[in-house]
């Protein structure tokens, strides 16, 4: 058992050491290539802009690392945009309240694909597609098929304040922080890993896999809708056609972080390094002028890298 512990603790190392080094060789091939890339200008703007890619990946790393896949989040997030977006503009309320009422909605729907998921043994991703179908369509009937334009209202969120840095940049962290403490320092987040790993196991050991696979959802659902009020912050205004594609974003965000797909294994930090590279690739790849098809290609191309590298190594682990 020890020897299994220090052999986790050490491929979590290896896994670090080897993102972190992606990450630093992406940033010098970039900046080669680019004389404004190793700016501070662009990487302000890359922290400003990627609070919401962050917030999603880690519910979706709670949803992986069980065993899961949640392909509504994109629409979920729209649908909560949509909801603060009119209760402020057309109901008259206030930031608060109005937040408070999109994550709510958020939540809602992550609770509705959890429950009918779990409940019917249904697999998670053909509940997610009916789930992401319904919320995109509340997003259209609440907000008339219309963006919503709020204002300065809700700007202070993605405002810099310290550093060039903004509020929800600075709460992101935090959830990360959170989330990391989450899943490995407490029972429930334990209780994921072996929901992922094992659940028939988790049964036998006298534990009941069901309300937690529910909780998951319903928190990535929540994070998705704190993601909706950091993209609204920064765009003033809530689209219902936005998030559209955003899911493939945050899968492979927490993929590349060396998330399994097949569950039980899976690390916040990881994601949140897989968010940078995903977006230093994305601003690299524009700053040196390849086109968008080319961009997808080449982003294509990695995700696909980093699952064959995921398979690649659980082969060995079994084989060990």
Not at 13 to 37: D, H, P, R, T
Not at 113 to 126: A, D, E, L, M, N
Not at 181 to 198: E, Q, Y
Not at 265 to 270: L, Q, Y
Request: hydrophobic share 55%; aromatic share 6%.
């Amino acid at each position: 058992m020890k020897n299994s512990s220090q052999k986790s603790r050490f491929s979590g190392l290896m896994n670090y050491i080897g993102l972190l080094g992606a990450l630093v060789a992406m940033c010098a091939l970039f900046s080669f290539l680019s004389e404004n890339f190793l700016t501070l200008e662009t990487f302000k703007t890359l922290s400003n802009d990627i609070p919401t890619l962050v917030v999603m990946a880690v519910g979706m790393t709670f949803v992986l690392i069980i065993g899961g896949i949640d392909l509504s989040v994109g629409s979920v997030m729209a649908l909560a945009a949509s909801v603060l977006s009119t209760a402020m503009v057309q109901w008259g309320w206030s930031l608060f309240p109005a937040c408070v009422l999109g994550v709510l909605a958020a939540t809602l729907c992550g609770v509705v694909t959890g429950s009918i998921s779990v409940g019917w043994r249904i697999p998670s991703f053909i509940v997610s597609l009916g789930v992401l179908e319904m919320a995109r369509g509340l997003a259209y009937q609440v907000t008339d098929s219309r963006t919503v334009y709020i204002g300065s209202a809700v700007e202070s969120i993605s405002s810099p304040i310290f550093l060039g840095l903004s509020p929800a940049f600075i709460a992101s962290v935090l959830i990360v922080v959170g989330g990391h403490l989450l899943l490995t320092k407490t029972v429930i987040g334990r209780h994921w890993i072996g929901i992922g790993t094992n659940e028939e196991a988790m049964r036998l050991a006298g534990i009941n896999p069901r309300p937690s696979k529910i909780m998951v959802f319903a928190l990535m659902g929540l994070l998705a809708g704190i993601g909706a009020l950091f993209q609204v912050s920064r765009l003033e205004a809530a689209d219902p056609n936005g998030g559209v594609g955003l899911e493939l974003q945050v899968i492979a965000a927490v993929v590349i972080g060396g998330t399994s797909l097949m569950g039980g294994r899976g690390s916040v930090i990881s994601t949140f390094i897989g968010v940078l590279i995903i977006s230093i690739l994305a601003a690299g790849l524009a700053q040196v002028g390849v086109s968008e098809p080319m961009k997808r290609i080449i982003t294509g191309l990695v995700i696909v890298g980093a699952v064959v590298f995921d398979a690649y190594r659980r082969r060995n682990e079994r084989a060990a």
